[in-house]
């Protein structure tokens, strides 16, 4: 095999990738949006009307992530760089991609270990695991004002761009634990180049388009079966 020339697998992952790392999904039977309302803890007129509801939704979250480890369809993705050029677009918050070793993840949704100022020009600061909890009056060191570090519902996506280019470029394009709800995530399937091989891995699969190979099985349990398919085909001589 030429590895100079990986064939570009592109990964796009949503909440059902960390559930088996412990995280709740969101739209699931017990998910977060059956316990919160959405539009009070993740949305910027939420922030506006009540931001200490807003801080202390994402601390809960902060401090459910640092008990958490990544689960082996994390491993087995970054496993899959041996033969490819990995490419993971996520819209989870975790930084489990990462702490597996994952080594391109642009994360469309914000980053849960992140914050930043308030207005712009945007500063970018990270959390360490002993400093979690953040509060309508934290500030950075020039006392601008921070928040999470978490695109709210009613905000632009700013990595839709570059996500959308790396869909274009793909050679094969995986779709793994999410429902598919929440737009423009949801678009990046619709950017693929014709005739490339799609999948998507989902215990409760959402509608897909016509073409898509759906395994529904968990993130590991799909991540095993396609990881040997995957690499199967690799291993056929070409045409
Ligand atoms: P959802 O909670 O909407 O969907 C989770 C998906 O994961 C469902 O399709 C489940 O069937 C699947 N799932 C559950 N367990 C799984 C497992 N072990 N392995 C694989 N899949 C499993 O989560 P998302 O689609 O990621 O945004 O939600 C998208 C966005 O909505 C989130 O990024 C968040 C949320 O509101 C913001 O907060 C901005």
Known sequence: MNQTHKPK????TGAGMSAESGISTFRDSGGLWE????????????????PELVHR???????????AQPNAGHRAIVDLEKDFD??????NVDDLHERAGSSHVTH??????????????????????DNLDTTPESRDADGRLLRPHIVFFQEAVPEIETAIEIVREADIFV??????AVYPAASLINFVR????????????????AGVKVIAKTA?????????????ILSQPPL
């Open 9 to 12: 697998l592109v990964i796009s």
């Open 35 to 50: 316990q919160h309302n959405v539009m009070d803890v993740a949305s910027a007129d939420g922030f506006a009307r009540n």
């Open 57 to 67: 939704f994402y601390n809960a979250r902060r401090h459910d992530l640092v008990k």
């Open 86 to 91: 990995v490419y993971v677009i996520t819209q």
């Open 108 to 129: 469309l949704h914000g980053e849960l270990m992140k914050v930043r100022t308030i207005d712009p020009p945007y500063r970018v600061y990270a959390l360490s695991p």
């Open 175 to 180: 779709v793994i634990g999410t429902s598919m």
């Open 194 to 209: 014709p005739g490339v091989p799609v999948y998507y891995i989902d215990p409760r699969p959402a509608p897909t388009p």
């Open 220 to 232: 590991s349990e799909g991540l095993a079966e396609l990881s040997r398919e995957l690499r199967s």
